[in-house]
């Protein structure tokens, strides 16, 4: 049951989140407020927080190499290394992140563990959550850089390479007249159909429903609201106006970009023929800008200061010692036993040496010694002398007994 209550919270957050614009700009006519103050305050809350974490991260120590391993070790030469799942220099660093930011590449060999046929253990490869995990990523990476033409003036010419490939159908969004504008764009919905997949692959799994938190649920919920509205905004208007002649939806591509272009020339203004639900939307991407720095979502930047992936492993050529490890007096087990030699024997527990043993190799330490010894060896003279009495007591009475 609470993994349905982290749903359900996390469901209703994003819910307030989007009554608010629509109130706000629809009602009370805010939209200044929701058009140039909280778009500044969400991207200075990211900056800031971002910058904060990235400090935060690297001032924690990490004296040794903890890099995770999964291959053969840097060793002898007739022994071959795996140079990328363990490297030993900055190169196999270097392509080791490489693949793991670009391509998931401990993601593909993700495995799932799973009871087959009664008690057998079986190992499942997780390549749809790998597929789903690309198509998210990739997919929002170039959602990003097609709305760079919203910001810049003129827009380079890559955007529209981008927009070519994306679009590469060259279809409408429905097979009927008056569609074909605007074009269909995948990246998209293959964006909200990743987002599905691993909403459901948490509401499934009863591993991952285990574990899950709202603070799991709550930005795909987020992310969701963000691609519906920007799909509104793009086809769904057509329709309204197509069938219903509604008016509802509609947003002016040019008084957006205008809106855009202030913001980041720090002119801002708001023009007209700009419907609530663009800002709805500019309100739900503000959150997540605010939000991300506190979030899971900063693995983004934690996995390059992650200590598991960017060192190499080179424990058996270079030895790393700890920077901040200080003299400390130490007590040896020697000292130790010397010091507790006769109760330890007395109440019967094991010692490396006898009495006898250590009394008579403290003997001849003092003899190899010059006269100003410290006081805790001269103490151990006298018992010296006492322990090796009874053997010269020993030896004369041997010596009476021959002469009777």
């Given at each position: 049951?609470?993994?349905?209550?982290?749903?359900?919270?996390?469901?209703?957050?994003?819910?307030?989140?989007?009554?608010?614009?629509?109130?706000?700009?629809?009602?009370?006519?805010?939209?200044?407020?929701?058009?140039?103050?909280?778009?500044?305050?969400?991207?200075?809350?990211?900056?800031l927080g971002i910058i904060?974490?990235?400090?935060?991260?690297?001032?924690?120590?990490?004296?040794?190499?903890?890099?995770?391993?999964?291959?053969?070790?840097?060793?002898?030469?007739?022994?071959?290394?795996?140079?990328?799942?363990?490297?030993?220099?900055?190169?196999?660093?270097?392509?080791?992140?490489a693949l793991e930011v670009?391509?998931?590449?401990?993601?593909?060999?993700?495995?799932?563990?799973?009871?087959?046929?009664?008690?057998?253990?079986?190992?499942?490869?997780?390549?749809?959550?790998?597929?789903?995990?690309?198509?998210?990523?990739?997919?929002?990476?170039?959602?990003?850089?097609?709305?760079?033409?919203?910001?810049?003036?003129?827009?380079?010419?890559?955007?529209?390479?981008?927009?070519?490939?994306?679009?590469?159908?060259?279809?409408?969004?429905?097979?009927?007249?008056?569609?074909?504008?605007?074009g269909l764009l995948l990246?998209?919905?293959?964006?909200?159909?990743?987002?599905?997949?691993?909403?459901?692959?948490?509401?499934?799994?009863?591993?991952?429903?285990?574990?899950?938190?709202?603070?799991?649920?709550?930005?795909?919920?987020?992310?969701?609201?963000?691609?519906?509205?920007?799909?509104?905004?793009?086809?769904?208007?057509?329709?309204?106006?197509?069938?219903?002649?509604?008016?509802?939806?509609?947003?002016?591509?040019?008084?957006?970009?205008?809106?855009?272009?202030?913001?980041?020339?720090?002119?801002?203004?708001?023009?007209?023929?700009?419907?609530?639900?663009?800002?709805?939307?500019?309100?739900?991407?503000?959150?997540?800008?605010?939000?991300?720095?506190?979030?899971?979502?900063?693995?983004?930047?934690?996995?390059?200061?992650?200590?598991?992936?960017?060192?190499?492993?080179?424990?058996?050529?270079?030895?790393?010692?700890?920077?901040?490890?200080?003299?400390?007096?130490?007590?040896?087990?020697?000292?130790?036993?010397?010091?507790?030699?006769?109760?330890?024997?007395?109440?019967?527990?094991?010692?490396?040496?006898?009495?006898?043993?250590?009394?008579?190799?403290?003997?001849?330490?003092?003899?190899?010694?010059?006269?100003?010894?410290?006081?805790?060896?001269?103490?151990?003279?006298?018992?010296?002398?006492?322990?090796?009495?009874?053997?010269?007591?020993?030896?004369?009475?041997?010596?009476?007994?021959?002469?009777?």
């Amino acid at each position: 049951m609470n993994f349905i209550i982290g749903i359900l919270f996390s469901l209703i957050a994003v819910t307030i989140l989007v009554l608010i614009p629509w109130v706000g700009v629809g009602a009370l006519d805010l939209r200044v407020l929701f058009g140039i103050i909280i778009p500044y305050a969400a991207l200075l809350t990211f900056f800031l927080g971002i910058i904060t974490r990235v400090i935060g991260w690297s001032r924690s120590p990490v004296p040794f190499r903890i890099p995770t391993t999964g291959g053969q070790q840097k060793s002898l030469p007739w022994i071959r290394q795996n140079k990328l799942d363990n490297p030993s220099g900055p190169l196999g660093v270097i392509g080791r992140m490489a693949l793991e930011v670009l391509l998931f590449r401990s993601l593909f060999r993700h495995t799932r563990m799973e009871f087959r046929e009664g008690p057998k253990i079986g190992y499942e490869w997780e390549k749809w959550l790998w597929i789903a995990a690309l198509a998210f990523h990739y997919g929002f990476l170039v959602v990003i850089l097609r709305h760079l033409r919203f910001f810049t003036e003129p827009i380079p010419a890559f955007v529209h390479w981008i927009e070519s490939l994306d679009g590469f159908l060259e279809m409408g969004i429905a097979p009927l007249a008056g569609f074909a504008v605007p074009g269909l764009l995948l990246s998209g919905f293959v964006l909200l159909a990743a987002l599905a997949f691993l909403f459901l692959r948490r509401l499934l799994s009863p591993q991952i429903i285990y574990i899950s938190l709202p603070a799991d649920y709550f930005p795909l919920f987020l992310i969701m609201g963000i691609v519906t509205t920007g799909i509104l905004m793009r086809y769904v208007d057509a329709f309204m106006q197509y069938l219903f002649k509604w008016d509802v939806l509609s947003v002016e591509v040019v008084q957006a970009k205008a809106l855009a272009m202030g913001l980041v020339s720090f002119h801002p203004t708001i023009p007209e023929g700009i419907g609530t639900i663009f800002y709805i939307h500019l309100f739900l991407v503000s959150i997540l800008a605010a939000y991300f720095p506190f979030s899971k979502l900063m693995h983004m930047v934690g996995i390059f200061l992650s200590p598991t992936r960017n060192l190499s492993n080179n424990s058996r050529i270079v030895r790393h010692i700890n920077p901040w490890d200080y003299p400390v007096k130490v007590h040896t087990y020697e000292e130790y036993e010397d010091e507790f030699r006769e109760k330890m024997v007395e109440v019967g527990s094991p010692v490396e040496k006898m009495p006898e043993t250590a009394a008579g190799e403290a003997q001849d330490t003092a003899a190899e010694k010059p006269q100003d010894t410290p006081a805790e060896e001269k103490r151990d003279v006298p018992a010296t002398k006492a322990q090796a009495s009874p053997s010269e007591g020993g030896a004369d009475s041997t010596e009476k007994k021959e002469k009777e």
